[in-house]
């Protein structure tokens, strides 16, 4: 992905990570982790308490599930129109899940809202992440979150009871192959505690904003630390 120039960087003044002023680009916030691991429930809560945040909605060509929201949950599409996606160079990654459903970061938004400032949050499996990383590099932040123990991620694939048990088998299967990939992520977070692993991730994303490639307004701001200025 491109890296545009300094005036396409926001400010980013808020009281957890002042800036004083300084103009940042925001950041790719790559989040994996078995199914029924957390990922999603912890960034949607990091999504609700940081306007400088949000969540990419993805495109996926699976079946809506009860409860499930097009537009918000994820963009519901054909088949032939995800293709459609693909080969007009909307997608910023895309992904054969599960060998049977297409998943896919649409690309624009993203672009947009990194312009802006704004960090943004992948809710993708370790394809997402090997395909991010390496079209994005500087602007990903990858986070690989574990379960504390396989028998919790287990019980909680099954409380959910959307699936049938062929899925849960399935999600199973994937989450071992999930799990398999860890070290290709930057940090680990273990979901012992929900507050806890939302707090801990927040404390993640405040150190990363302060990475000097992101801060763009870091020249104008050392040229004026000068006597008489
Ligand atoms: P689910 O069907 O349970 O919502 O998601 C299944 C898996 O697909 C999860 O591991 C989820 O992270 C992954 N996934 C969702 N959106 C994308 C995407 O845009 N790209 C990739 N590579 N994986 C995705």
Known sequence: M????QESAHSDDTPHTPTHG?????????????????????SREIAK???KTMISVSATTRAKRPGEEDGKHYYF???????????????????????SQMYGTPKAPVE?????GIDVMFDVDWQGNRSL?????????SVFILPPSWDALATRLHN????SEEEITKRLAKAKDEISHYKEFQYILVNHEFENSVERLRSIIDGERLKRHRLRGIDDFVSKLKPGK
């Not at 300084?22 to 429930?41: E, I």
């Not at 990654?93 to 060998?99: G, K, T």
């Not at 947009?112 to 802006?116: M, S, V, W």
């Not at 990383?133 to 932040?141: C, I």
């Open 49 to 51: 308490r940081d306007p």
């Open 77 to 99: 599409v054909t088949r032939p129109k995800f293709e459609e996606m693909v080969s007009n160079g909307e997608m910023l990654e895309y992904a054969l899940v599960y060998n």
């Open 133 to 141: 990383s390496a079209t994005a590099h500087e602007d990903v932040v």
């Open 112 to 116: 947009e809202a990194l312009n802006r």
């Open 160 to 163: 959910r009871a959307q699936d």
């Open 2 to 5: 491109k890296t545009d120039g």
């Open 22 to 42: 300084m103009k940042r680009r925001g950041m790719m916030l790559v989040l994996a982790s078995p199914p029924g691991g957390g990922k999603t429930s912890i």
